[in-house]
């Protein structure tokens, strides 16, 4: 069996007052988080943040959550598997280049969604993968509502 071909990716964040925007890409008639093939002897790694740049012009990436990632099960026939980043940005105004292979942008569309609308435009799929990056969020926001102390704080679904 030949080796699966493996795509890396951001959750491209934008905190917009108490929570967050995402972005998201459409091509064809599905949309998803920014990703691309990884390069022979590229790290996927490298391969997201190359990717995010390439697709969207945006270039500020805050990987607040390290490096931890999260990987689909196979698709496109078991044949491909995508994993995926967490990063904020600031940049919001972005552009889809043209990318000179194809002699047109790779999408069709972007648009920055909160959480609920991201969820109705995703593939159950990528839904897994936002609800993977959410647990990782709202992690993060539970760790600085506490304090340490231990003693939590319900923080509203739009972390």
């Not at 496109?76 to 000179?100: C, M, S, W």
């Not at 069709?108 to 990782?136: E, G, K």
Request: charged content about 25%.
């Amino acid at each position: 069996m030949a080796s699966r071909i493996l795509s890396a990716g951001v959750v491209v964040l934008h905190r917009v007052g108490d929570h967050y925007n995402y972005l998201l890409l459409r091509a064809y008639d599905y949309w998803d988080f920014p990703k691309g093939m990884v390069e022979p002897g590229e790290s996927p790694f490298a391969c997201a943040i190359r990717e995010v740049t390439e697709e969207t012009t945006i270039t500020d990436l805050r990987f607040r959550w390290g490096r931890i990632y999260r990987e689909t099960p196979p698709y496109n026939h078991g044949r491909k598997v995508a994993r995926y980043y967490i990063a904020e940005t600031q940049q919001i105004d972005i552009d889809l280049p043209v990318n000179p292979l194809l002699g047109h942008p790779e999408h069709s569309a972007y648009c920055w969604v909160n959480r609920q609308q991201a969820w109705t435009l995703l593939t159950p799929r990528v839904q897994a993968v936002l609800r993977w990056s959410d647990r990782i969020i709202e992690r993060t926001c539970e760790r600085r509502v506490t304090g340490g102390s231990g003693r939590r704080r319900r923080l509203p679904r739009s972390y």
